[in-house]
């Protein structure tokens, strides 16, 4: 008998962020396969009658290849076995989702989807970013920095107003910050970068337009993490420290280092 496959949002990476939906599809299956940005650490208590494979995704390099990740899901259930894949975040949010559903569709497997709080919205949160807030910020676009966005999509992001948040975008901060001012985004405009989202070491760095890449030069800014652009960022606070706060320090450590 044809297993199944559940691929699972494991949202941000705080085991409590987890779905009631995610808990129950890791409690009945008998193999789950993980990243580091899922939350880990005590998959053996929350799978227990499952193998535990890590798949071991980090950026630039993909410890196993899509293609074979997919093959493994498709294999395991063919073998009549349930087999989730336990991501970061949302499966369909830069999480390479819909490619490992249509690879189930073609092998006949059935497949069923568990959404995750995506890091897109929740690590922004984390750093007390709304990424709306009335009279300040009536939309909000994610994108991807994996790589430097196109010059017309820069463009259009520069024109757009409201909030832009950047996943996968500390190493391509260069070409979007210059980008984005090129195309006329005033250089005052505020910049978060969160790192590290619900983690004890989460860290925020706040710098205008103008100062953001220095000052993640200076801070010595890593992956994962999140980039924030708009005014919205005024509102953050972290731990007992306001947004002006946070950019004071930013200002502070970039002064030392000149
Ligand atoms: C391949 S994308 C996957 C996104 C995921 N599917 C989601 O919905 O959150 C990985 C990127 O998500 C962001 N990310 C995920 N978890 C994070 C966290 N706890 N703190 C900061 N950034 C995080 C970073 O930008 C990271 O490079």
Redesign the pocket.
Known sequence: MTGRVTLV?G????EDLLTVAALRALGSADVVLYDR?APHSRLSELAPDAELVDVG?R?GHHAIPQSEIEAILVGHALAGRHAVRL???????????GEEVLACHRAGVPVEVVP?????V??PG?AGIPLTHRGVSHLFTVV???APLTDDELHHLAGLGGTIV?????NTLPMLAAGLARHGMRASMPVAI??????RD?RTTIADLAGIVTAAGVAGVG?????VVGEVVRLAHEGDQSAAQLMERAAGFAAVAA
Not at 87 to 95: E, H, I, Q, S, T
Not at 194 to 199: A, D, I, L, Q
């Open positions: 949002g949202g941000p990476g705080r940005l995704k950026p991501k970061g975040g949302d499966p369909y949010v830069f999480g390479r989702g995750g709080v995506t890091s897109a929740a690590v984390a991807s920095g994996h950047v996943l996968m975008g500390v969160v790192e590290r989202g619900f983690r989460q992956s994962p993490a999140v980039v």
